[in-house]
């Protein structure tokens, strides 16, 4: 018979089998450093969206939380010509899911009007596709650095992207309210595929880079063991339509130690906002548990086509 105990053995199995991919990955992220750093020393660099070759750009010392822009995070893996076609999710915004609006006055978009939300707030840092025309959408390179961090194993991109996530938050947020920092889980299939957590690698520097900029986040704690996704969902992105994507996530996730989030303030974080089903499932399962308020912050969001 299965019992609670079991439950608690398998939770325990779960968790030290994440910790060790997790230190697999801080030796991995030195090695490919190493290499890196030699190859650049022979060869250019090869833009992540053109495909060119273009000389590494000089070396820029990060001081303040304005030197912090898509060039200067991610010039050294994207030219200078491709960097120019970031575009920014900037205000007027929605209050609630942080998308772009027609104006200030409206305050809170449409969708928002017709869905009862679980967060707080939600804010993303740019777009993942603009318009190319009326009628297609043209890849970005926000877009071609998630892919390649995601898909093509590339986490050294996490670095400057973590980086860009970092501003995004102090922009937002006031430290000071937030309590604890949780990467979205990826199921434990998925991560031993997978090898890494690319919203884990996101935020695991957060703390560094906090204490170069003298902006204190020594309260905040990132937490990667207390929301797990124990339910083997098909990737969002493959499914059309906001009501098959909430159908697929549907109780997905649990919290496997309430008290550690009693009352506390929660910062979600995910590399792309789609229609938000992910992280409405989340905080609901971490307000559920006694979580007192869930945010959602996330690199970029799909613009649709109208």
Known sequence: MFTARNSKYASDAERQEKLSFFKKLSFLNIWQGIARTLSEAVFPSRCLVCEEFFPPPPKIEIRDIEDITFETAMGAFICRNCCCGFVPIEPPICLWCGIEIENYEDEICVRCHNTLNQFRKARMLGFYRTPKSDDDLEEQPLEKAIK?????????????????????????????????????????RKLRKRGFNQSYLLVINWHRIAEKLNINLSHIQIDIDTLIRHKDTKPQVSLEGKEERKRNIEKAFRVINPSKIQGKRILLVDDVFTSGSTVNECAKALLKAGAECVDVLALARPLKKK
């Open 148 to 188: 390649a961090l995601k898909y093509s194993e590339k986490t050294w991109l996490a670095k400057g992207l973590g980086m860009l996530l970092f501003s995004t938050f102090v922009r937002y947020w006031d430290p000071k309210e937030i309590d604890l920092v949780m990467p979205v889980p990826l199921h434990i």
